[in-house]
């Protein structure tokens, strides 16, 4: 199985920047998707970004023009954010699925990390 295991999170200012990272563990060959994903109190899960199998990637639109998704050969999985703003507080999670659904879909990944707290003040 998958393992996911996330770092990068904390407190920062509206305005600033993080870079979130997610490292994986027990790929295997086919298809799958990885991405990003966010989870506020009292709301529900939404899709952040997400890379899918034929390696292409999409953001979502409300943070379109500030955060980009990026993978490299370390099996490591980024998420640049940039011109934080309050409402980007919440804990973020890496997940990966396999077999590939609609990768913007939370009920297609099976494999999840712990998530990581962003706060933004």
């Known amino acids: 199985d998958v393992q996911l295991v996330e770092s990068g999170g904390g407190s920062v200012q509206a305005g600033g920047s993080l870079r979130l990272s997610c490292a994986a563990s027990?790929?295997?060959?086919?298809?799958?998707?990885t991405g990003w994903f966010r989870q506020a109190p009292g709301k529900e899960r939404e899709g952040v970004a997400w890379i899918d199998s034929d390696g292409s990637t999409s953001v979502a639109d409300s943070v379109k023009s500030r955060f980009a998704i990026s993978q490299d050969n370390a099996n490591t999985l980024y998420l640049q954010m940039d011109s934080l703003k309050s409402e980007d507080t919440a804990m973020y999670y890496c997940?990966?699925?396999?077999?590939?659904?609609?990768?913007?879909?939370?009920?297609?990944?099976?494999?999840w990390g712990q998530g990581t707290q962003v706060t933004v003040s």
């Open positions: 997940a990966a699925a396999d077999p590939v659904g609609d990768c913007d879909s939370a009920s297609e990944y099976n494999y």
């Open positions: 027990g790929y295997t060959d086919g298809s799958y998707c």
